[in-house]
């Protein structure tokens, strides 16, 4: 299991990560998702040792990634695909990771098959490779120790609609066998597919987190008019929150037939009332999100 507990991150006067808490539960795989900028990387990278923590913890079944005596063994990562040896060849990389970790070498050919680089491609130097190949790689690499926690960033970049198919049932299948998954990505069908539980991030803080089913079913109401900002202050002055979206949008979690009223109240013309839940996962994340996206992401 991953615990982050009140995990905060500063750089100078910047907050990247601010207070998170959430826990990623083995048998599950839990997307973690926020829009650039929004503190996943920097809370991956904290998790596994690589940045150290301006206050709080975060944990590998209460142990310190710093503080495993094997990490490979325990923990399978890959947080940027291209962070590789340039100069080596694919087979070098994972005969390297073996000696380090001390495994059989015939681990190296078993990852090989398992994530579909051929004999070939494994002489050719890493430079050479794509970015589908490099991610293939790392993956190999991360799954090497057979570990039992897996903490990924981005490793759907660069694959193919087959290769992106395969992740999918190789996630599906280690979490099926009661790994633990934390995954993060910017294919949101992917992450609806494939995740059992998400936490959203948004400039550095936890916005929602919980089952998929759960944020999902909650996502609330979705109005359209062509007037959005006086339904949206109609809304506030009927003392119902609303979030002004940059797709033109209003949110909130009111249900339709209250935000209907009160827009037949303020003489407001509605063109789309609906309920978000079934709207699927990027409305639900654009709505989350609306205050931290960059211009042009929500159109």
């Known amino acids: ?120 491609e494994a002489q050719r130097r890493v430079r050479d490779y794509s970015l589908g190949m490099r991610q293939r790689l790392g993956i190999a690499t991360a799954l090497l120790g057979d570990p039992r926690v897996l903490i990924l960033d981005e490793p759907a970049n660069g694959l193919d609609p087959a290769g992106i198919r395969w992740m999918r049932d190789l996630l599906t299948g280690f979490a099926g066998a009661g790994g633990t998954v934390l995954l993060s990505s910017h294919l949101l069908h992917e992450i609806e597919v494939i995740a059992d539980d998400l936490v959203v991030i948004g400039n550095g803080r936890i916005v929602a987190s919980g089952s998929k089913e759960e944020l999902l079913a909650s996502a609330g109401t979705l109005a359209r008019s062509s007037s959005p900002r006086d339904l949206a202050r109609a809304l506030d002055q009927a003392g119902i929150p609303s979030t002004l979206a940059r797709d033109g949008s209003v949110r909130t979690e009111a249900d339709p037939g209250r935000v209907g009223a009160v827009a037949l109240s303020a003489g407001i013309a509605l063109v789309e009332l609906r309920s978000s839940e079934g709207a699927g996962l990027e409305d639900m994340f654009l709505s989350l999100t609306a205050d931290t996206q960059r211009e042009g992401a929500a159109a």
Do not use: W
């Open 1 to 120: 299991m991953i615990t982050v507990e009140s995990l905060t991150r500063r750089y100078g006067g910047f907050t990247a990560v601010d207070n998170v808490s959430f826990t990623a539960r083995p048998g599950r795989v839990t997307g973690f998702l926020g829009p650039n900028g929004a503190g996943k990387s920097t809370t991956m990278r904290v998790v596994v040792g690589l940045t150290a923590p301006t206050s709080g913890a975060a944990t590998i079944d209460g142990v310190r990634f710093a503080d495993l005596p094997n990490p490979g063994l325990e923990v399978g990562v890959l947080l940027d695909a291209s962070a590789q040896h340039a100069g080596r060849t694919g087979r070098e990389i994972l005969t390297v990771a073996c000696e380090t970790m001390g495994l059989p070498r015939s681990r190296v050919d078993e990852m090989l098959e398992l994530v579909s680089l051929t004999p070939t």
